[in-house]
């Protein structure tokens, strides 16, 4: 697990596909970031690396921008959160068909963090994140897919700001789990440190 | 190429359904209306109760419970054995595609527009994928195989909000379609009570052990699951009125929030919920005074139930006791992520019958859901607006504004 992918995906945003108006690029954000990196586990989240990866690389990027949680009251509110996996949680699913296949009870922390909903409840929590979430398995890219549900969102008033999570298990143990974080919002947003902008592509 | 706007349906923008003709005056002034307006012209529903709108509606406005004791696999090894099902083991790619041709069919729409049609899906995930080492993802094939059997465009994504899954989908076509990105945009969910779900929920014990769901009632013990399928078919105004659609209702206001709480709990004051009320009434320019009725998300627990009543206290001020409530929950039980779409679809068949569902299996008033309670079949709605509220675990919430056509 300490490979850096080969691809990361919206590492930049090419000239010909830009955002919705008045929207920048704010932070960003990835898991792995370097060889050995590794993910903090989360207390109550049990055997799947799946909300792990999600909190990792939404703390990682909102660090980015915000600082130390939580986030800032006025922008915090109007920050939506859209999850998008294109392959979902498949560890927990997986475990909890081989305790039904078993005949075992099963363990009841599986039923909390069944649904993608639970990390994003838990980092919002944290992060003081109270716009919509939005958690989806795209069927085709995701991060482009994402974009089209923060667009929606930007679009229809619902929220300002849009934390885009993407995060893929890995099925097979010799490839690694991959999360991005990428948070987009209004240019009239006080610009992070060093802050971005959608790099030309 | 561009910023790829919402749903790829830019290549709807400029077609001739968007500027033909000229929209039915649907409703009077107050609301947000105009060619963009949003209605409902086709929607079907399955529940326990059986296949089709007569009969979830009629089960529904009688306020008689589906429950019953599951046949459908083995529960040995739960505390509970209760869940409301279809007999036998329906298939769920197979109920969709019925479900989506009954609400195309009844939306007037002829097979020349398939190709061109959006469809957003709202699913659970798939038992099948689970038990399945080289499934690509946990929602498995389903999606792309209804599409494929209803001749849709491809679905872009799934929809796996938790209990908010569904209404969110409704909200992104809605937002399409006042966006001008789509011009019609179907909606579909479905989920069939399996064996992981169901031991999964009895392992949370979030199950009603006495096998009722009793939503905002002194001595209510959780949920119970349920069968439910519904699918949609929203237009534009102008789409609609231009091809002499028929409108089942319009899809007034709309609004979504996250209560950045908890895992999986609802803040107790339930502003959360409050402010995606506040943001559907605002959209639709409408008073709090016309509602005339709220499907309340109201699953049967302690916490979420009165969480809710708080809500609609915040979000209706002194409107909340004297405005009819139920969750018919209480009789399809929870379709968990299709909720929100059988439970619009309910409450339009609501709306048209021109009475109200009945909130079953209640008991006695609690103090923390101090509400105008539907307790008995024949109610009849007397405002303009009926809401649909919806929330789920991680805090998020929604809240559909639909009035009668």
């Known amino acids: 697990m300490t490979t850096a992918p080969a691809s990361t995906p919206a590492a930049t945003w090419p000239r010909e596909q830009p955002p919705p108006a008045g929207v920048v690029m704010l932070a960003r954000a990835e898991w792995p970031a370097s060889p050995g990196d590794v993910l903090p586990p989360i207390p109550g989240f049990i055997l799947s690396s799946f909300s792990p990866l999600v909190v990792e690389v939404a703390r990682r990027c909102l660090s980015l921008y915000f600082g130390a949680a939580p986030a800032d009251p006025a922008r915090g509110e109007r920050t939506a959160v859209v999850l998008a996996s294109s392959t979902g949680d498949i560890a927990t699913a997986a475990a909890i068909a081989k305790a039904v296949d078993e005949g075992r009870r099963v363990q009841p922390l599986l039923f909390f963090q069944s649904n993608p909903n639970a990390s994003v409840g838990y980092l919002t929590a944290r992060w003081g994140l109270a716009g919509p979430v939005v958690c989806t398995v795209p069927d085709g890219d995701a991060m482009s897919d994402a974009r089209h549900c923060a667009s929606l969102l930007i679009e229809g008033g619902d929220a300002d700001a849009v934390l885009i999570i993407l995060a893929d298990q890995a099925r097979d143990p010799t490839q690694n789990d991959h999360g991005v974080g990428l948070l987009i919002g209004p240019r009239s947003w006080p610009a992070a440190a060093g802050g971005l902008d959608f790099p030309p592509g | 190429m561009r910023w790829p706007g919402p749903g790829v349906a830019s290549l709807e923008r400029g077609t001739p359904a968007l500027g033909r003709g000229t929209p039915r005056a649907i409703s009077g002034p107050g609301t947000a209306r105009g060619p963009q307006q949003v209605v409902i012209t086709g929607m079907s529903a399955v529940s326990a109760a059986g296949r089709g709108l007569d009969v979830v509606r009629d089960s529904v406005l009688s306020g008689t419970p589906a429950f019953s004791g599951v046949a459908r696999f083995d529960t040995g090894h739960c505390r509970t054995s209760v869940a409301a099902q279809l007999p036998g083991e329906p298939d769920l790619a197979g109920e969709l595609t019925q479900v989506i041709e009954a609400a195309w069919t009844g939306a007037a729409l002829g097979n020349d527009v398939r190709a061109g049609c959006p469809l957003l899906l709202a699913l659970h995930s798939s038992p099948v994928a689970a038990r399945?080492?080289?499934?690509?993802?946990?929602?498995?094939?389903?999606?792309?195989?209804?599409?494929?059997?209803?001749?849709?465009?491809?679905?872009?994504?799934?929809?796996?909000?938790?209990?908010?899954?569904?209404?969110?989908?409704?909200?992104?076509?809605?937002?399409?379609?006042?966006?001008?990105?789509?011009?019609?945009?179907?909606?579909?969910?479905?989920?069939?009570?399996?064996?992981?779900?169901?031991?999964?929920?009895?392992?949370?014990?979030?199950?009603?052990?006495?096998?009722?769901?009793?939503?905002?009632?002194?001595?209510?013990?959780?949920?119970?699951?349920?069968?439910?399928?519904?699918?949609?078919?929203?237009?534009?105004?102008?789409?609609?009125?231009?091809?002499?659609?028929?409108?089942?209702?319009?899809?007034?206001?709309?609004?979504?929030?996250?209560?950045?709480?908890?895992?999986?709990?609802?803040?107790?004051?339930?502003?959360?919920?409050?402010?995606?009320?506040?943001?559907?009434?605002?959209?639709?320019?409408?008073?709090?005074?016309?509602?005339?009725?709220?499907?309340?998300?109201?699953?049967?627990?302690?916490?979420?139930?009165?969480?809710?009543?708080?809500?609609?206290?915040?979000?209706?001020?002194?409107?909340?006791?004297?405005?009819?409530?139920?969750?018919?929950?209480?009789?399809?039980?929870?379709?968990?992520?299709?909720?929100?779409?059988?439970?619009?679809?309910?409450?339009?068949?609501?709306?048209?019958?021109?009475?109200?569902?009945?909130?079953?299996?209640?008991?006695?008033?609690?103090?923390?859901?101090?509400?105008?309670?539907?307790?008995?079949?024949?109610?009849?709605?007397?405002?303009?607006?009926?809401?649909?509220?919806?929330?789920?675990?991680?805090?998020?919430?929604?809240?559909?504004?639909?009035?009668?056509?």
């Not at chain 2, 969110?168 to 019609?184: N, Y």
């Not at chain 2, 949920?223 to 789409?239: I, T």
């Not at chain 2, 502003?271 to 016309?290: H, K, N, T």
């Not at chain 2, 206290?313 to 009789?331: D, E, I, Q, R």
């Open chain 2, 132 to 405: 399945d080492p080289d499934a690509r993802q946990v929602t498995g094939d389903t999606a792309a195989t209804v599409a494929g059997r209803c001749g849709l465009r491809p679905v872009p994504r799934t929809y796996m909000t938790a209990c908010v899954a569904a209404s969110t989908a409704v909200i992104d076509a809605a937002t399409m379609i006042v966006t001008g990105h789509a011009s019609r945009v179907v909606v579909a969910a479905g989920f069939l009570v399996d064996a992981d779900s169901f031991a999964l929920f009895d392992a949370g014990r979030a199950l009603a052990a006495d096998g009722q769901v009793r939503p905002f009632s002194a001595g209510r013990q959780g949920l119970l699951l349920g069968d439910g399928l519904a699918a949609v078919v929203l237009e534009s105004g102008a789409a609609a009125a231009g091809r002499d659609a028929p409108v089942a209702a319009v899809l007034a206001g709309w609004g979504r929030s996250g209560d950045a709480y908890h895992v999986c709990q609802p803040r107790p004051d339930g502003s959360g919920l409050a402010r995606a009320v506040e943001a559907a009434l605002s959209r639709a320019r409408a008073d709090r005074a016309e509602i005339s009725y709220v499907n309340a998300n109201g699953a049967g627990t302690q916490y979420a139930d009165s969480s809710e009543a708080a809500a609609l206290h915040t979000s209706l001020g002194p409107y909340a006791a004297l405005t009819p409530v139920s969750s018919t929950k209480s009789v399809h039980g929870h379709a968990l992520e299709a909720s929100g779409l059988l439970e619009l679809v309910v409450t339009v068949l609501a709306l048209q019958a021109g009475r109200l569902p009945v909130n079953a299996g209640y008991l006695a008033p609690d103090k923390e859901c101090e509400l105008d309670l539907v307790l008995g079949p024949g109610r009849e709605p007397r405002g303009r607006y009926a809401l649909n509220l919806n929330a789920a675990f991680g805090g998020a919430n929604t809240a559909l504004l639909v009035e009668a056509a």
